[in-house]
């Protein structure tokens, strides 16, 4: 009986507390509701539909986050600068690659032509059935290339057969006009002098393996080339009389 007395009082000690929050939280939360309702209660009272809004927060706060970016950059800039990443202007990049072009090829500055350039041909008639080349050895010394190479791929290249004189210019048998000369002078350079890479005539030709390569002394690049195919010649002549 003792030990049901204490039990009933030790529940009925802990209801009663229960009891007292349960109505000291209702209690403050009516406190905090009758305070909101007096807060909208004075904004409403002040509220004015005429004024307009200020915006010095958003000001506040968009000079803040210009402020950052500002930073922000300027701390990436900075380590770019310290890491050899630095942004450049266009202009700038320009400059320099002038410059380094300038310095890798001095005959830039002084406007000259890097490419390889051919005068005219120079061409007269012998008789009635030649025809002379009278620069051919100017064209051999311009592409540093040797004379009987060009004289047989322009041969090859006319369909005819030719050879040279004692001024040593270049008689082929048929007629032909200077664009004919000029045509194949430039199809000899683009395939054994002018390299393919830089574009440059700053080549020479060398034989390996019974096969021919074009080698740059400027960009160090090769590539191997076509040997020169002759076309079919006829031989016409005057014909043996019968016996």
Do not use: W
Request: glycine letters at 4%.
């Amino acid at each position: 009986m003792a030990a049901l007395r204490e039990f009933c009082s030790r529940s009925n000690m802990e209801d009663n507390h229960n009891l007292r929050e349960l109505c000291f939280r209702s209690n403050m939360g009516e406190n905090n509701l009758n305070d909101k309702k007096d807060k909208v209660a004075q904004a409403a009272a002040t509220f004015d539909p005429t004024k307009k809004k200020k915006k010095k927060k958003a000001i506040a706060i968009e000079e803040s986050s210009t402020s950052t970016d500002d930073s922000s950059m300027n701390s990436s800039t900075l380590e770019k600068t310290k890491t050899g990443e630095a942004d450049y202007e266009y202009e700038e990049l320009l400059d320099r690659l002038l410059m380094k072009l300038r310095d890798n090829n001095p005959k830039l500055a002084d406007g000259e032509k890097c490419g390889l350039v051919l005068s005219p041909p120079q061409v007269l008639r012998e008789g009635s059935k030649k025809t002379v080349l009278v620069n051919f050895m100017e064209y051999c010394r311009t592409m540093v290339r040797q004379p009987d190479h060009v004289m047989s791929f322009m041969l090859a290249e006319l369909g005819t057969s030719g050879s040279l004189d004692g001024q040593l210019r270049l008689v082929v048998k048929g007629r032909f006009s200077p664009k004919n000369f000029g045509a194949i002078l430039r199809k000899y350079a683009n395939q054994y002098v002018i390299c393919f890479a830089c574009k440059r005539p700053d080549t020479r030709l060398s034989k390996e393996n019974r096969l021919n390569y074009l080698r740059c002394e400027r960009c160090c690049a090769s590539r191997s080339v076509a040997p020169i195919e002759a076309g079919f010649l006829a031989k016409v002549g005057k014909r043996n009389s019968a016996a």
